[in-house]
């Protein structure tokens, strides 16, 4: 049976929406892609991931800086606090039934956050001699490499060290949650990719827009194949 997998989804101004690269990856990949609302209700939240298979925590907004502590800082983008507390509660719930999650730009960032973790609000005001990480170029075009740990699931899923990936983030993850470990990186130190420390389920980050890039860089869609896999597994 193909399993299902909640993609979180952007809303502002009354509407929901979600990139087409998501599901069309996840369906790709062989699972069943459902948009998940920020509801406010936990306990439909709740229910939503018994129903689920696995969680795909998409790209989007800013993370609110006081959901880690901290007042805002000049350059912080346009944050969405109702998104922010629906997934954070996605995410804790979903971590405590081991249900497989696969984190987007935002999402590893979400991710991260959600499990005791900090950001950067702004990398080229917080991080000495950053490179550039909003690219102004396709969205489907990898613009720079990332280098990937040998000892790590992701490793095991892409096969290479070096990977190249597109770049659509000022925000990134600063101090790690004790529950995940860096497992890639950028040129200049940032970190590219996350998981879990403990290896006891399918849970990975990446900063990267993969859903962007699949259809021309086939080696992505192993990230979403990876996900449905440890889905179809539950």
């Known amino acids: 049976m193909r399993p299902l997998i909640a993609i979180t989804c952007s809303f ?10 998501y599901y069309e ?13 920020p509801l406010r ?3 439909a939240l709740s229910k939503l991931i018994d129903r689920v298979d696995g969680l795909l925590f998409s790209g989007g907004p800013d993370v609110d800086p006081r959901r880690f502590g901290e007042n805002p800082k000049p350059a912080l983008g346009e944050v969405n606090p109702l998104r922010d507390e629906a997934e954070i509660f996605l995410c804790r719930e979903a971590v405590k039934r081991k249900k497989p999650i696969l984190g987007i730009c935002r999402g590893i960032q979400l991710i ?9 609000q702004d990398i080229q005001s917080e991080v000495e001699k950053p490179m550039k990480h909003s ?29 190249a990936v597109n770049s659509f983030h000022h925000q990134a993850v600063k101090d790690v ?21 403990s290896g006891e389920f399918f849970l990975l980050g990446v900063q990267w827009h993969p859903e962007e ?10 990230l979403f194949e990876a996900l449905v896999q440890a889905a179809s597994e539950k």
């Open 135 to 163: 690219q102004q170029a396709p969205r489907w075009y990898a613009s720079h490499d990332v280098v990937v740990s040998r000892d790590s699931l992701l490793f095991r899923i892409l096969g290479s060290e070096r990977v």
């Open 177 to 197: 949650a004790e529950a995940l470990k860096p497992v890639a990186f950028s040129q200049d130190g940032i970190v590219e990719a996350v998981e879990s420390v």
């Open 25 to 37: 990856a996840v369906e790709k990949a062989g699972g069943i892609p459902v948009g998940a609302a």
């Open 112 to 120: 991260n956050v959600a499990l005791g973790g900090t950001l950067y």
């Open 41 to 43: 209700d936990k306990e």
């Open 213 to 222: 890039m699949w259809q021309e860089y086939p080696l992505q869609l192993k």
């Open 12 to 21: 502002t101004d009354g509407r929901m929406f979600l990139n087409h690269g």
